[in-house]
């Protein structure tokens, strides 16, 4: 199978380019991902730079471009991709050195968006209880693992990075609004109202394209707005 792969490091290279790899069909195993395939293309070059780490779709490491859709490789399985695999970093985002980019922005602006809970209230001695109700309003809110395959795949982001705070970041901030247990709604709903933070996101859908866990940016996107909306009246 055929590869080809995005190498630059910034520090030794003036302009990237795409190299060539080929994994030999004995290598290739039923129900191989693309992680085990880069892990033993790395044996051929152990320059080649990549991030991993669980190994299955829980740590959000291995995000890359992967031919020309942003996903994880560690759940990608080889068999349903063309070949020749065509394998680049996250755009719109600085690169590191190969597949690594520099994640930085997107950590900052996750914590603009306060992804915790909070609660003044008197602490009870068990817990702070919800109604199952409730608790299912943060249903396909709270599983994100921050991979950034969205955020990355969104051009408001890419245009806009220190001041669109994307839609893992949004993703967050409509979790913690939703949460009955929390009492900082109008908190967060101010901090969100401006031009650039929120309204920046034009429902162009590609965050929920590529997640990998099957969320929807882009509805609670639209769920915030809305509550926004409410507030107002």
Known sequence: ??????????????????QRFSLPDDQVEPGMMLLDALLLLKEQDDSLGFRRSCQHGVCGS????????????????????????TL?????????????VDMD???EQYRKAEPWLVNDSPEPEV?????????????????????????????????????????????QAARFIHDSRDEATEHRLEQLDDAWKLYRCHTIMNC??????????????????RTMLKKSL
């Open 1 to 18: 199978m055929e590869f080809s792969i995005y190498r630059f490091n910034p520090e030794t290279d003036t302009l990237p380019k795409m």
């Open 208 to 225: 929920t394209q590529v997640c990998p866990k099957g969320l929807n940016p882009s509805r609670a996107i639209s769920d915030i707005r």
């Open 105 to 107: 922005n997107f950590w």
């Open 88 to 100: 680049r970093p996250f755009p719109g985002m600085p690169v590191i050195r190969d597949l690594i």
């Open 127 to 171: 817990e702070r209880k919800q109604s199952p109700e409730d608790r299912e309003q943060l249903d396909g809110l709270y599983e994100c693992i921050l991979c950034g395959c969205c955020s990355a795949a969104c051009p408001s982001y890419w245009w806009n990075p220190d001041k669109f705070l994307g839609p893992a970041a949004l993703l």
């Open 62 to 85: 291995d995000g890359m471009n992967i031919n020309g859709t942003n996903g994880l490789a560690c759940i990608t399985p080889l068999a349903e991709l063309d070949s020749p695999v």
